[in-house]
């Protein structure tokens, strides 16, 4: 017993003087009563580079609470790591609940990832803040009691984008033609948006199921030719869309193309003048809001570019979990739970305020249409979206365009 | 009418092969004068991507695509004089090992110095949009690809065939022991076949750029195709890797036209049948080195 201790006294005065050294005695000095959140996102595949952008805000905000005294006297410590694929999110996840002992998870942005962390919350009874991932199924039949979700979800998206078709008149009497990301999210989508299409007298004649792998889709692009749709439809996630985008504007082909989901930063990507249509966003970084502007501001002078969506939907997420800890002053699952269940109103940074729905755990909260702002009227290669009102408007209940209960299966 | 839409995709195919074999001709070369599986080759023509939209930035598309291949050709230099050449007489496996780790190194390289998010890129204006030549729909600027893939195909044809240069290229491969009886070393060769063979991966990814992403796996995700490329075409045959790039491209249309799921994994059941009959490739010559 004895050697035993001198060993680990030696191991951690070693460490300490190795980290002070290195300067780093913030870290070893609050160690002991760090909050600790387990942080799983993927960093890498086709949608790493949104990944990316969740990690800079999450890093952003908890160097902000840090600074200003961490949450409840404890210093926040994010373990962020790529989640990969929808297996080893869950074997990571496991992993950090039982040896990293953090207190809480939170990320992610692949919906069959997050399914799978949300198995993991449930098994372990712990917190799960699913944040980027918006399959409809996990808030819905695959809900469970431990997991909270903060982006608008399918159903949300293709309704704000759906409102802006129906005052278009681009969708009575329309034939639709979709491409569908090949994974749960985009089954999820395409379910959706069906419905959407048989409540207002759209035509869907015709659907591709698409391979998150598939980097050429001029073979799809042929047999939409032959379709000969009123209007096409982008069902599809990540980096997919902006190569569709792309190869969609090098065919040329004349149907309006529209889509029911897209990531500014792939937006970003698609390159000048080849994004057009209208598309759902739940934040824009030009978004007319006060504290909206300042987040933008500090993210721009650390990172040097513009945050995405991804980056704000992080940066609230995390701000969230700090006032529920500093409200319930207790990182305890069931204490945390009851909180959020309350449908207490957090600020996240836009016009109206945000409230999770207690009976599916859902984040009520705005969205946006977008259209493509026309040639030359940019400011930066970074603002070419026109974003549309906010939607619901600001007389209709945040619940107008989430699933009604009789639309969710879920129950908690 | 459903014949005429069949044909398109066929059409459309072969443009697709096209590019492929940009990509996969390189690979067969290196592979068969070195005997060295690249699995770096990927990476080069993601640096090839990357390189032409830095400088689209400053000069325009059409410098752009010449100036990018030539960047990356000159990079090969020191790839194959650093790297490659300590692997010719080695155990096979090292070299896989190695370009392997060179592959990942480059990745996470791009991913530092260019970041995460995918670049963006666009066809200069004069290409975009689309012809019809009868009832067929192309895209212009994969017609442009066509007749760029066409033009390299046709000179490294000329190299290979009429050239002193590919005769002993061509020696190389079957019987490099042979060759260096004669007095001629291999190795100045094996320099201008890897500048040439990551110098059409580059091309092919200075020319995809616009219509795909450009992201740092982008290296991994086209790397996989060329290999099934080039099994299926056959080791040390031209015109089996030209042949295999087409099929590829053929056969992954059709399939996506009939039975849209089965699109990506259509061109390993291509592999897989090719190799059940006929076990070097289509046109595969027996090479006695890797007997």
Redesign the interface.
């Known amino acids: 017993m004895t050697r035993y201790n001198r060993r680990t006294l030696l191991k951690a005065g070693a460490t300490f003087a190795g980290a002070s050294a290195l300067g780093f005695p913030a870290i070893v000095r609050a160690q002991a009563d760090k909050i600790k959140i387990g942080h799983l996102t993927p960093l890498t595949g086709f949608l790493g580079a949104l990944g990316t952008y969740a990690q800079l805000g999450i890093r952003l905000v908890a160097e902000e609470i840090n600074a200003s005294g961490g949450v409840i006297g404890r210093q926040l410590d994010i373990l962020s790591e790529d989640s990969v694929n929808p297996s080893t999110a869950a074997t990571k996840a496991q992993r950090m609940l039982d040896q990293d002992g953090v207190d809480f998870l939170m990320g992610e942005i692949n919906s069959a990832s997050a399914l799978t962390i949300m198995q993991v919350a449930e098994r372990n009874k712990r917190l799960f803040v699913q944040i980027g991932a918006r399959s409809d199924a996990l808030r819905g039949k695959n809900c469970n009691k431990y997991t909270f979700h903060v982006d608008i979800p399918n159903t949300v998206m293709v309704n704000a984008v759906g409102k802006a078709l129906v005052r278009e008149k681009m969708v009575k009497d329309k034939k639709f033609f979709t491409l569908t990301a090949d994974y749960i999210f985009g089954h999820d989508l395409l379910n959706a948006a069906k419905r959407f299409f048989a409540a207002n007298g759209g035509n869907l004649i015709g659907d591709e199921l698409v391979a998150t792998d598939v980097t050429d889709f001029s073979p799809y692009l042929l047999k939409i030719r032959q379709a000969q749709p009123d209007v096409v439809c982008s069902n599809l996630a990540g980096n997919q869309v902006t190569t569709l985008i792309k190869q969609y504007a090098e065919f040329g082909l004349p149907y309006p193309i529209v889509g029911f989901n897209l990531n500014t930063a792939d937006a970003w990507a698609a390159g000048d003048g080849n994004l057009s249509g209208t598309w759902p966003t739940v934040w824009y970084h030009t978004l007319d809001v006060p504290a909206s502007k300042t987040f933008v501001a500090n993210f721009i002078k650390k990172n040097g570019k513009p945050p995405e969506n991804h980056a704000w939907i992080e940066y609230i997420s995390l701000k969230i979990m700090a006032q529920a800890i500093n409200e319930t002053q207790s990182t305890d699952t069931d204490k945390l739970i009851a909180y959020l269940e309350k449908e207490t109103e957090f600020d996240i940074l836009k016009a109206r305020k945000a409230y999770f729905r207690n009976w599916d755990h859902q984040l009520m909260q705005e969205a946006y249409p977008f259209t493509v702002k026309p040639k030359g009227k940019a400011k930066d290669q970074w603002d070419f979206i026109a974003l549309g009102a906010a939607v619901p408007g600001a007389n209709e209940p945040l619940e107008s365009l989430a699933p009604t209960r009789e639309q969710n299966p879920c129950s908690l | 009418m459903q014949f005429g ?1 069949l044909l ?2 066929v059409v ?2 072969l ?2 092969g096209g590019y492929y074999l940009l990509i996969a001709l390189g690979l067969s070369l290196i592979f068969s004068v070195g005997g060295i599986v690249n699995l770096a080759h990927g990476a080069f023509y993601a640096l090839g991507a990357y390189a032409s939209v830095e400088f689209t930035r400053y000069l325009g598309f059409g410098p752009a695509v010449v100036l990018s291949p030539i960047a990356v050709a000159l990079l090969g230099i020191l790839f194959e004089r650093f790297i490659l050449r300590r692997f010719y007489t080695a155990d096979p496996i090292l070299s896989l090992l190695v370009t392997f780790g060179l592959a990942m190194v480059t990745e996470q390289a791009i991913r530092i110095i260019w ?9 200069p ?1 004069a290409f ?3 012809v019809f030549v009868g009832d067929f ?1 192309f ?1 212009r ?2 017609l442009l690809i066509l007749a760029v893939v066409a033009a390299v195909l046709v000179f490294v044809w000329l190299l290979l065939h009429k050239t002193s240069f590919g005769r002993v290229v061509r020696a190389g491969i079957q019987r490099p022991d042979m060759v260096a009886a004669l007095g001629i070393r291999l190795q100045p060769y094996m320099i201008a076949i890897v500048m040439l063979g990551v110098g059409m991966a580059a091309l092919g990814g200075a020319f995809f750029a ?9 290296g991994a ?2 790397i996989t195709v060329a290999f099934v490329v080039v099994v299926i075409g056959g080791l040390g045959s031209f015109w089996g890797v030209v042949l295999a790039a087409l099929l590829v491209g053929v056969v ?2 059709i399939t ?2 009939f039975l ?2 089965a ?2 994994a259509s061109i390993y059941i291509l592999m897989f049948l090719v190799l059940m009959v006929r076990p070097r490739g289509l046109l595969g010559e027996r090479i006695e080195k890797f007997e």
């Open positions: 839409f398109e995709q459309n195919g443009v697709l970041g995460a998010a995918p670049l963006s890129a666009a066809i204006p975009r949009g689309s729909l895209s600027y994969r616009p219509i795909t992403i450009v992201h740092p796996a982008m995700e086209i992954r249309g996506i036209h849209p799921a699109g990506e």
